[in-house]
C-alpha cells in the first residue's frame, strides 16, 4: 500500500518537528488562535474558567491536527466561514431563520442536518458503487460528497449551539445534550475519523462499508426528527450546565465513531475471507492492512474511551456526589471499556490476528450501540435525559 | 491483568530483548539467533533447563496467566450486564412481584438483587486485582531493564536473522561511519550507543522507550484505582453487618428514635448518604439507603439551610437549585456561609456536600374540607402539613388524611390554538385518602379555577395507584368563584325524599299517571333508583345497568331514555335551585345557566368513582422547601484519580509511543567498512516496514556522503 507523500515525508525529515512548518502552518495557527480570541473576547461573560481553557485547549488540538493533516484547515474553515454567514443573517433573532432563504434552505441547523443527511446516504451509495465498477471518479466523487457532509453536520452542530442561545442566554449549551445532538456528533465524528484513514492508506473501498454505519446513524436521525420532533432545542437540566460536558461527550464520541468504524472494517474483512479471489479482496488493503486498521482504529477509539470515562467519573463526583455508582450508563461504558481490553489483550499479548478479532470487533459495535443507545431506550438510569 | 508482556525466555537474568520478536522467530521458523551479550547461543535455550518449580510458582503463573485475565474480564463485563438489565437495590416487594417468592430466594441467595456488592462479584474484582498485580510485579523489572539496555551484546547471526535487516557498504572508516550514522540516529529521535569491539564496531540504538512504560502505568493504575475504590466501598459496613454490628433499620422512624446499631458514628471513614432540610432547619446526620432499608450516619458537624432558591424554565423545568448553607462546627469560632448549587458542591473537611435535589419542607395548607355526603353543612377548616398526617371523621367512617406534596404551580403544555407554549395551571396539594380498611386513593386539587369556553371549573385528580394516570373531575364554580352553588345542588340530588317527590309530579305531570295507576309505583320507584344509582356511582353504573338488564339490540335507547329520566328529574331540581336564587324561570333558562347545569350534571355523574368521602378545597398555604443534599466521605477519591491519570497516560503511551531498537554493526574489510543494519520494533507492526525502509535509506544515503 502506498503512503501518502506527506506523511512520508514527515517521517523522513530530521529536522526538528517546529523547523520544519512553513508560513502556512503558522497562518493557520494564528488563524486558529485569532478566532480564539475573537470568541473569547465576544462571549467572556458566557465562560467560566474552565470553559475558557478548553476553548484554548480545543485551539491548540485544532492547530495540531491542522499541521498534521492537511485537509483539517480547509474542513475547519468552511466550516467557520459557513457557520459565521449563518450566525450573521440570524443578526440575533431566531424568526430569521423563517424568513432569510439560505438560512432557511442551507445554513440554519436544521436545513443543514438535512443537507448532511442527504449528502452522507449519497455518498454510501457512490462508495457502494464504486466498489463495485471500480469507478476511481465515482471514489473520488464519494469522498468530495462526504467531506461536505461533514462540512454540513459540523455547520448544523455549530450553527444550533447558536440558535440556543438566541432562544435565550439561559437555553444555550453546546449541542451534544441529548441523542439528537449527539447522533449528529457521532456521524461527523466516524466520517472524520474514516477521511483520515482513506487517505492514509489510499483506499476507497473501505467507505462502502463505513459510510453504511453513518447512513445509519443518519437514518435514525430522521426518524427521531420527523417521527419524534427531537430536533426542537431543549434547555438544560441543572445536572447538565457544566464545562464537564464540552469534553466527555466529544471523547466519547471518538471513541464511539472509532469502535464503529472498526467494526465496519471487521465486516469488510470477513466477507473478504469468504472470496479471497474476490471483488472486494481487489479492491480493499490487503488482509493484513485491513487488520491493522481495525487495531488503529480500536486502539484509538479504547484511548480517547477511557479518557473519557474518567471525564465521566470526575464529573459525576461534582454533580452525582459519587465518581462511581454503578449507574447502568457508567456500568455500560465499562462494560464496553473491558471488551475492547479484552479485545486488545488478545492481539496485543495472545498475538491473535484475523478473523476472530474481526468477529470480536462486529460484537463489540452491538455492545456499543447498547451503550450508547440501548441503555436510554431499555434502562433507567442517572442518563434519563437521552430518552427516546 | 495481561500475563506475557515477555514469552517466558529462559536464562532471563543473563539475557533478553525482545519477546515477540522470539515469537516471530518462532513462528516464521527462522533459524534461531544467537541472542546474547554473553555466548550463549539460543539452541541452547530450546530445551529450558527447567528447575522443579515449588507451587507458589505454579500459583504465580495462574494467577498472571493470560487466560485467567481474558476470562475475568469477560466474566465481570457479563455480571456488570445483569446488574443494568435487573434493577439493583429495589424493595424486596418488588422482586417478589416480579419473580415469585422461589425465584426471589434464588436470586437473593445469589446477591444478584445487589450484584455490585455481591461476594462473587467481589471475589471476581479481587482476582482481577491479584492478576494484575501479578503481571506488573513480573514484568516491571524486565520491562525497566529492557528500556535501558541497548543490548550492544547481538552477534552478527542474529542480526542477520532479523526481519529488518539491510546491509551495504561504505568508504570512510568504521570509526567515521559510525559517527556520522549515530548522528544522523540521534537526528531521528534515537538514543544512540556505541561500542568498539575487537574486529567490528557496533552502534545500538533505541526510541520510544516511554511506550513500555505505558504497559506498566496502564496495568499498575488498575491495582490504584481498585484500592482507591475498596476504600470508598462499604465492605468494612457489609462485613460488621455480617458480624451483627449493624442492623438497616426498615421502619420509619424520627431520627431520635433510630437505635444505635442502625447508626454509624463520626470515625466511618467512607460513607455516601444524603438528607432533606427544610428551609431554617439543620441537620447533623445523613441517611445512608441500604436494600430495603437505611442507616443513619452522624456527622462531625451541622449542617443548616438558610434559604433555597429555585428557578424554572418557561416549561416548568428546573433551571437551577441553590441552597445558602451554614456549617455549625465546635472547631469554628463562627458558623462559615456558603452556597452551593448543582455541579457546585461544597467541600468541608474532606466531607463533600452536594445540591442533589429538593424536595416540600413542610409547606403547611388550608383545606375547607366538604362532605360529599352531606354537601349542605357547613365545610370544615382543616390545616394540613406536608408529610403529615391527621385523622378525618366522616359519615363513610374515619379515614387517614396523609398530605403528600405540596406545588407552588404546575405547568403543562398549553392547547395548540391559544397561542402559547405552557400554561400554568398553579397551585396544587397531593393527598391521599386512607380508609379504615388500608385501602388509599391519591387525590391531587388545585387551587384556582381553570377556564375551560370562559367557565370556572375547579380540578381534581383521582388515583388509585401511583401507576396510573390522574382521572379528573370538573367542578363547575359560581360566579363568585366558589363552589357552594354546586354543593347546594349535590345537596338537593342526594335528598331522596325530594327526589321522590319530583319523581312523582313527573309521573303525574309528564306522563299522566294517577297514584292509583298499577304502573306508578314501579314508574317513580325505578325513576328514584336511577338518579341514585347516578348520584352515588355515576354514569358507568346507569350504562352497565341498561348492558344488565336490557337485550342488546334495545341497550342504546334504554341508555338515552335513563339518561333522560335522570336529567329531567335533576334538571327539576336546578329549576328549583333556581327559584330559590330568586330567578325568574317562566321564560326559561338562559344558555349560561342550562351550561352550568351540564357541567354539574358531568361533575356529578364522576363522583360515585372519585370515591371520596369528602372534597378537600385548597384555600390558602405557605409554602416551605426542603433542600436535598448528598454529603459524602470518599478518602480513595483522590487514589482513584491518581490511578485514572496513570489509566490515560499508558494507554496513550502504550499505543503511541513504539518501542523500536535499531543496531548497526560496522566491520572493516578490505578498505571499505562493510555496515550491517537491523531492526526490531517491540510489536510487529506493518507500519515499520516502511519505516525502516525510509531509515535504511536514509542512512545509507549518510554513510556514503562521509
Known amino acids: ?388 | 491483568m495481561c500475563a506475557h508482556e515477555y514469552l517466558e525466555v529462559p536464562f532471563k537474568e543473563k539475557s533478553l530483548f525482545d519477546a515477540t520478536f522470539l515469537a516471530r522467530v518462532a513462528s516464521n521458523k527462522i533459524r534461531s539467533p544467537l541472542i546474547s551479550r554473553g555466548s550463549t547461543p539460543l539452541s541452547q535455550t530450546e530445551k529450558p533447563l527447567r528447575r522443579q518449580r515449588g507451587l507458589g510458582a505454579i500459583l504465580l503463573e495462574f494467577l498472571g496467566s493470560m487466560n485467567l485475565a481474558i476470562t475475568l474480564l469477560v466474566a465481570i463485563a457479563i455480571a456488570a450486564i445483569i446488574g443494568t438489565v435487573l434493577q439493583q437495590n429495589e424493595p424486596y416487594n418488588n422482586y417478589i412481584m416480579k419473580f415469585g417468592p422461589y425465584w426471589f430466594e434464588v436470586f437473593k441467595a445469589l446477591g444478584l438483587f445487589d450484584i455490585y456488592a455481591a461476594p462473587w462479584f467481589l471475589l471476581l474484582l479481587g482476582f482481577l486485582l491479584i492478576s494484575t498485580s501479578v503481571c506488573v510485579y513480573r514484568n516491571t523489572p524486565t520491562i525497566i531493564k529492557d528500556m535501558r539496555h541497548f543490548r550492544l551484546g547481538v552477534k552478527e547471526k542474529s542480526l542477520r536473522a532479523f526481519h529488518h535487516a539491510d546491509e551495504w557498504q561504505a568508504t570512510g572508516s568504521a570509526e567515521t561511519v559510525a559517527d556520522t550514522l549515530g548522528k544522523r540516529l540521534q537526528q531521528h529521535g534515537y538514543k544512540v550507543r556505541h561500542k568498539q569491539y575487537d574486529n567490528y564496531r557496533m552502534v545500538a540504538a533505541m526510541r520510544g522507550g516511554m511506550g513500555r512504560l505505558g504497559y506498566i502505568l496502564s496495568h499498575a493504575s488498575i491495582v490504584v484505582i481498585c484500592i482507591g475504590g475498596l476504600l470508598d466501598g462499604n465492605l468494612p459496613l457489609k462485613l460488621a453487618e455480617m458480624r451483627g454490628e449493624i442492623k438497616i433499620e426498615t421502619r420509619d422512624v424520627p431520627v431520635s428514635k433510630i437505635p444505635a446499631e442502625s447508626t454509624l458514628g463520626v470515625d466511618n471513614s467512607s460513607f455516601r448518604g444524603s438528607v432533606n432540610i427544610p428551609e431554617g432547619s439543620r441537620a447533623d446526620f445523613v441517611f445512608m439507603a441500604m436494600r430495603d432499608g437505611y442507616l443513619l450516619q452522624k456527622l462531625p458537624f451541622t449542617v443548616a439551610l438558610e434559604d433555597f432558591r429555585i428557578e424554572h424554565y418557561p416549561s416548568g423545568m428546573p433551571k437551577s437549585f441553590e441552597s445558602d448553607l451554614l456549617i455549625i462546627d465546635e472547631e469554628l469560632e463562627e458558623p462559615l456561609r456558603k452556597t452551593i448549587a448543582v455541579n457546585h458542591p461544597w467541600i468541608y473537611k474532606g466531607y463533600a456536600i452536594y445540591q442533589a435535589s429538593f424536595s416540600d419542607g413542610g409547606s403547611i395548607v388550608q383545606l375547607q374540607a366538604w362532605s360529599l355526603d352531606n354537601p349542605k353543612a357547613e365545610p370544615l377548616q382543616i390545616e394540613g402539613v406536608v408529610n403529615e398526617s391527621s385523622r378525618l371523621t366522616t359519615p363513610r367512617g374515619e379515614y387517614g388524611l396523609e398530605i403528600i406534596d405540596f406545588k407552588p404551580f404546575n405547568v403543562f403544555p398549553a392547547a395548540e390554538d391559544s397561542g402559547k407554549k405552557f400554561k400554568n395551571y398553579g397551585p396544587s396539594v397531593v393527598f391521599k385518602l386512607r380508609a379504615a380498611n388500608g385501602e388509599a386513593r391519591e387525590y391531587v386539587n388545585y387551587q384556582v379555577p381553570l377556564m375551560v369556553e370562559e367557565r370556572p371549573f375547579l380540578l381534581s385528580g383521582m388515583r388509585a395507584t401511583p401507576s396510573e394516570e390522574y382521572r379528573f373531575i370538573h367542578i363547575p364554580m359560581d360566579a363568585d368563584g366558589e363552589i357552594n352553588r354546586f354543593m347546594r345542588f349535590l345537596g338537593m340530588a342526594l335528598d331522596e325524599a325530594r327526589i321522590i317527590e319530583v319523581a312523582k309530579e313527573q309521573a303525574e305531570n309528564e306522563l299522566g299517571l294517577t297514584a292509583d295507576d298499577a304502573t306508578y309505583k314501579d314508574f317513580t320507584q325505578s325513576m328514584v333508583s336511577l338518579v341514585r344509582l347516578f348520584t352515588r356511582q355515576g354514569i358507568d353504573a346507569v350504562v352497565e345497568l341498561a348492558e344488565q338488564s336490557v337485550p342488546a339490540e334495545k341497550r342504546n335507547e334504554a341508555i338515552s331514555s335513563y339518561i333522560k329520566v335522570v336529567q329531567g328529574i335533576l334538571g327539576s331540581l336546578y329549576v328549583d335551585l333556581l327559584s330559590e336564587e330568586g330567578v325568574d324561570v317562566s321564560a326559561g333558562i338562559s344558555e349560561q345557566q342550562a351550561l352550568y347545569f351540564d357541567d354539574a350534571l358531568n361533575a356529578l355523574s364522576l363522583l360515585g368513582p372519585y370515591g371520596s368521602p369528602m372534597f378537600l378545597r385548597l384555600q390558602e398555604y405557605e409554602h416551605v422547601e426542603a433542600t436535598g443534599l448528598q454529603i459524602t466521605r470518599a478518602p480513595g477519591q483522590n487514589i482513584v484519580y491518581l490511578g485514572c491519570v496513570m489509566l490515560m497516560a499508558g494507554v496513550f503511551f502504550m499505543f503511541y509511543l513504539h518501542h523500536r531498537r535499531l543496531w548497526v554493526r560496522l566491520e572493516e574489510r578490505e578498505g571499505r567498512t562493510h555496515i550491517l543494519l537491523a531492526a526490531a520494533p517491540h510489536r510487529e507492526r506493518s507500519d515499520f516496514d516502511k519505516e525502516f525502509e525510509q531509515l535504511g535509506g536514509d542512512l545509507r544515503h549518510s554513510s556514503n556522503s562521509v
Open chain 1, 1 to 388: 500500500m502506498s503512503v501518502s507523500s506527506e506523511a512520508m515525508h514527515s517521517e523522513l525529515d530530521t529536522t526538528p518537528f517546529l523547523k520544519r512548518l512553513g508560513v502556512f502552518d503558522w497562518l493557520w495557527a494564528l488563524m486558529v488562535v485569532a478566532g480564539c480570541i475573537v470568541a473569547q473576547r465576544l462571549y467572556s461573560s458566557l465562560m467560566d474558567g474552565y470553559e475558557v481553557g478548553i476553548l484554548y485547549g480545543t485551539a491548540g488540538g485544532l492547530i495540531w491536527l491542522g499541521w498534521g493533516w492537511k485537509p483539517m484547515r480547509g474542513f475547519s474553515i468552511a466550516v467557520a466561514l459557513l457557520s459565521l454567514a449563518a450566525i450573521g443573517l440570524y443578526g440575533g433573532e431566531l424568526a430569521r431563520g423563517e424568513s432569510s432563504f439560505f438560512l432557511k434552505f442551507l445554513i440554519s441547523s436544521q436545513s443543514a442536518v438535512m443537507w448532511m443527511s442527504a449528502l452522507y446516504v449519497m455518498a454510501t451509495a457512490a462508495y457502494i458503487f464504486a466498489l463495485a465498477v471500480g469507478s476511481n471518479f465515482t471514489g473520488k466523487v464519494a469522498s468530495a460528497m462526504t467531506w461536505s457532509a461533514t462540512v454540513m453536520g459540523t455547520v448544523g452542530l455549530m450553527v444550533r449551539w447558536r440558535e440556543s442561545y438566541l432562544m435565550g442566554a439561559d437555553v444555550g449549551h453546546i449541542p451534544v445534550s441529548n441523542l439528537y445532538e449527539v447522533f449528529i456528533l457521532f456521524s461527523v465524528m466516524t466520517a472524520l475519523l474514516y477521511l483520515t484513514y482513506e487517505r492514509r492508506y489510499n483506499n476507497r473501498a473501505m467507505g462502502a462499508f463505513v459510510l453504511t454505519v453513518i447512513s445509519a446513524a443518519v437514518g435514525f436521525i430522521l426518524w427521531y426528527t420527523f417521527d419524534r420532533e427531537a430536533h426542537h432545542i431543549q434547555p438544560l437540566v441543572p445536572a447538565l450546565q457544566s464545562y464537564w460536558m464540552k469534553i466527555h461527550v466529544p471523547a466519547n464520541f471518538v471513541g464511539y465513531g472509532a469502535f464503529a468504524l472498526a467494526a465496519m472494517l471487521g465486516v469488510a474483512y470477513l466477507l473478504m475471507e469468504r472470496r479471497p479471489n474476490g471483488l472486494l479482496a481487489k479492491r480493499l488493503p490487503s488482509p493484513e492492512i485491513l487488520d491493522d486498521i481495525m487495531y488503529k482504529a480500536i486502539a484509538l477509539g479504547f484511548a480517547f474511551f477511557t479518557v473519557a470515562t474518567v471525564l465521566g467519573a470526575m464529573w459525576a463526583a461534582e454533580a452525582w456526589g459519587g465518581y462511581w455508582s454503578w449507574d447502568p450508563k457508567e456500568t455500560w461504558a465499562l462494560i464496553v471499556w473491558l471488551n475492547y481490553a479484552a479485545w486488545l489483550h488478545l492481539r496485543l499479548t495472545k498475538g491473535w490476528r484475523g478473523s476472530p478479532l474481526a468477529w470480536w470487533a462486529v460484537v463489540g459495535l452491538f455492545v456499543t450501540l447498547f451503550a450508547f443507545v440501548g441503555v436510554n431506550m431499555f434502562l433507567s438510569g442517572l442518563h434519563s435525559y437521552g430518552t427516546l
